[in-house]
């Protein structure tokens, strides 16, 4: 299978070369692996339940990407973007850069970096015409996405995970982790600030929609996309449900509020969601699809198991092995390494809020961005703008790389100095009561499914592996 699997991956990297569209080849690869799967499993009821484990996963994340898409895509029709657009005036490259950067940053904080990634790309493209330097932008906001998401427990999926499972807390990770965050994003964004792409110029960037009109109601509807956006996370907490079922919500409503405010108005059928969903990437979607279930397979057949196993008897160092998981991470989706990772170490071997785990959350959020099919952010980026593997490879990853690495030298610093991130009293004592009510299995119970199982293997205890709703194998 792990054959079979860097086949399909050379397919995808090379995919210029070779003439063959990625989503083809990921889907291809995702079919041929579970085909492998199902005869090697003890029978075929296993691989079946196995998979459709793994679809029922898949499909979250496949209906987010769809349902966040078309949001995005019916407030661009209406223009709404303008509303940010003209807000940022700058137009030099270098500034435009930082200010692109630390934007996506902190949506990505309050959303996830799959929805700030597609948000923020949209409205790149109303900023900059394409070129070469709006590839890079789009690279800075994979990279701003990621290192988001690692210090704020809802930002990423496996930061939630590890929230969720009890491994760290609100509190302590946003002290932790913020600054070595911030850092992982600034050292790429002043490394690229001296490319010639950003800095040889020195041209200012038009504004592509300085012709444009708003749409009727534009307004409107791009406050009620927004919102629909942001509402993701506070539906979850609400109602327990995974949080495709609350962008489906919103998409429901903006979509029965476009069809109220243009009734009758033939010649702005283009303003609907119908003619929405005809304009969306369903290609990268796809894409999406073949790419996780073909790493739901690797960990079905439990070779990611073994890979983790492998890091634990030859990187005795807590730290390097967390900084490996990171680079792993980014060939290898982080969703079920970090599974892994809290399969073979308990809470007795590291207590929560322990450096081994601060670490993991970090290096498992931000890994991702050295690749640009390591993450999610990184796929739908690659989908929407037509960026190749090696373009990526070339120009960002030695960027990210150093951040990746920057960021882990900062919360060792920061670990040794006991430097965090200075929050108000009061605000810290309302996160330190949450976590403690927080902390109760009870309260739990809303926003995971509880599995039992059991494992025998030295040295572990018997403990619960939650199943979490946050995007199931949506990769940070």
């Not at 090379?14 to 083809?24: P, Q, V």
């Not at 330097?133 to 990423?156: E, H, M, Q, S, T």
Request: charged share 15%.
């Amino acid at each position: 299978m792990a054959l079979l699997f860097g086949i399909g991956y050379a397919g995808i990297i090379f995919e210029e070369s070779l003439a063959f569209n990625k989503s083809g080849v990921g889907l291809l690869m995702a079919v041929s692996l579970w085909v492998v799967r199902s005869i090697g499993a003890p029978s075929t009821d296993i691989a079946v339940s196995e998979l459709t484990h793994a679809s029922g996963e898949v499909s979250e994340i496949v209906f987010f990407l769809l349902g966040a898409m078309t949001i995005v895509e019916i407030v661009d029709a209406h223009q709404g973007f303008k509303l940010v657009t003209d807000s940022i005036t700058t137009r030099k490259p270098r500034t435009l850069l930082w200010v692109v950067g630390f934007v996506t940053f902190f949506l990505s904080s309050i959303l996830d970096n799959l929805t700030s990634t597609i948000v923020m790309v949209s409205l790149l493209r109303k900023l900059v015409p394409p070129s070469e330097y709006r590839k890079l932008l789009g690279a800075v906001i994979v990279i701003a996405a990621n290192a988001g998401g690692a210090w704020f427990p809802i930002g990423d999926v496996t930061t939630t995970m590890l929230w969720i499972h009890g491994q760290i807390s609100t509190f302590q990770t946003m002290k932790g982790l913020f600054i070595p965050s911030i850092v992982s994003l600034s050292v790429p964004l002043a490394l690229m600030s001296l490319t010639s792409e950003v800095n040889g110029k020195g041209q200012a960037s038009p504004n592509v929609l300085a012709s444009e009109q708003m749409a009727p109601r534009g307004q409107l509807v791009f406050f009620v996309g927004v919102g629909a956006l942001i509402f993701v996370p506070v539906f979850k907490a609400l109602t327990g449900l995974p949080p495709f079922m609350g962008i489906l919500f919103g998409l429901g409503v903006l979509w029965i509020l476009t069809d109220a405010i243009h009734y009758g108005e033939s010649e702005r059928q283009k303003l609907k969601v119908p003619q929405a969903l005809s304009r969306i990437d369903t290609q990268g979607a796809l894409f999406f699809l073949g790419i996780l279930l073909s790493v739901s397979s690797l960990e079905a057949a439990g070779l990611l198991r073994e890979l983790a196993n492998y890091l634990d008897a030859h990187i005795p160092n807590v730290e390097l092995i967390a900084s490996a998981i990171g680079v792993v991470s980014a060939i290898i989706d982080n969703v079920p390494l970090v599974a892994a990772t809290m399969g073979m170490y308990d809470l007795t071997s590291f207590p929560q809020d322990s450096e081994f785990w601060q670490l993991v959350a970090y290096c498992a959020g931000t890994g991702g961005s050295m690749l640009v099919i390591g993450s999610a952010a990184g796929v739908a980026y690659m989908g929407m703008e037509k960026v190749d593997f090696f373009w990526y490879f070339r120009k960002v990853s030695g960027f990210a790389f150093a951040g990746y690495a920057a960021g882990i030298a900062a919360y060792l610093a920061v670990n040794n100095l006991h430097i965090s991130l200075p929050l108000p009293s009061t605000l810290a004592q309302s996160l330190q009561e949450s976590e403690a009510v927080a902390s109760n299995e009870h309260d739990h119970e809303p926003f995971v499914l509880l599995l039992q199982h059991r494992h025998d293997q030295p040295g572990h205890k018997g403990r619960e592996h939650y199943l979490h709703g946050k995007l199931g194998g949506l990769k940070g």
